[in-house]
């Protein structure tokens, strides 16, 4: 699953994840956001239609990063005043800059799984002290095929449990139609202590 495999998902339209819109349990918390002046991230942004709607919404500081070229050229397509700067065309392991706020959409469980404790340690490195990562995991059992790869509350816990505080690990009330019952919806701020 290296750049190619994605971007070739890209070039044949099999993006079965892409909803089209703000993922709604992500819009409910932006949202609630008052600080315009966070520093966010979006990994694995894919079309990244909470980028869009967070600069619409005064966000200044917003960065997406996709290790495949065609959705960071979808998203400048839509939105031409997107800083060509805060486009990273980037493996999201050799990400090098520091964030407020990093939210996670099918990102996590689009990696292989033997890749999920190097995201915990790589996410724990990026984030500023006060830093939070927030998004949304699937909630189905994890299988040998995929993408999307799966996960329960319990296995996500025992990833993140000794680099962030968990705030909040539940399931998602408002998830796109597609999605209900599927999704949990996560609040973790770093533990400057963490391994
Ligand atoms: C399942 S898609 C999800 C896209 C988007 N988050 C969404 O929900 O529509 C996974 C995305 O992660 C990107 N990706 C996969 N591995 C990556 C990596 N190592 N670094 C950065 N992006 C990666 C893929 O190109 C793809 O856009």
């Known amino acids: 699953m290296n750049e190619k495999y994605w971007e070739n998902r890209y ?3 099999h993006t079965g994840w892409d909803m089209n819109q703000v993922s709604p349990p992500l819009k409910v918390y932006i949202d609630h956001i008052e600080n315009k002046n966070l520093k966010i991230l979006i990994p ?3 079309n990244a239609y909470e980028a869009e709607y967070l600069l619409n919404m005064g966000f200044k500081k917003v960065y997406v990063a996709d290790i495949a070229k065609t959705p960071l050229n979808n998203l400048k397509h839509r939105v031409p005043s997107f800083p060509d700067e805060q486009l990273l065309h980037i493996n999201f392991f050799d990400i090098q800059l520091e964030f407020d706020l990093i939210f996670e959409q099918t990102f996590f469980c689009a990696l292989p799984p033997e ?3 190097e995201y915990v340690k790589k996410m724990h ?3 500023e002290p006060n830093g939070r990562l927030v998004g949304v995991f699937f ?3 994890l299988t040998e095929e995929g993408p999307p790869f799966g996960g329960s509350k319990e296995e996500y816990l025992s990833y993140f ?4 505080k968990i705030k909040t690990l539940e399931r998602c009330y408002n ?3 597609k999605r209900q019952g599927k ?3 996560f609040n973790f701020k770093k533990n400057v202590n963490g391994l």
């Open 11 to 13: 070039l044949n339209h």
């Open 44 to 46: 694995g942004a894919g």
């Open 115 to 117: 890749l999920r404790s």
């Open 125 to 127: 490195q990026i984030l």
């Open 139 to 141: 909630d189905f059992p």
């Open 161 to 164: 449990k000794n680099y962030f």
């Open 175 to 177: 998830s796109h139609p």
């Open 183 to 185: 999704e949990l919806f």
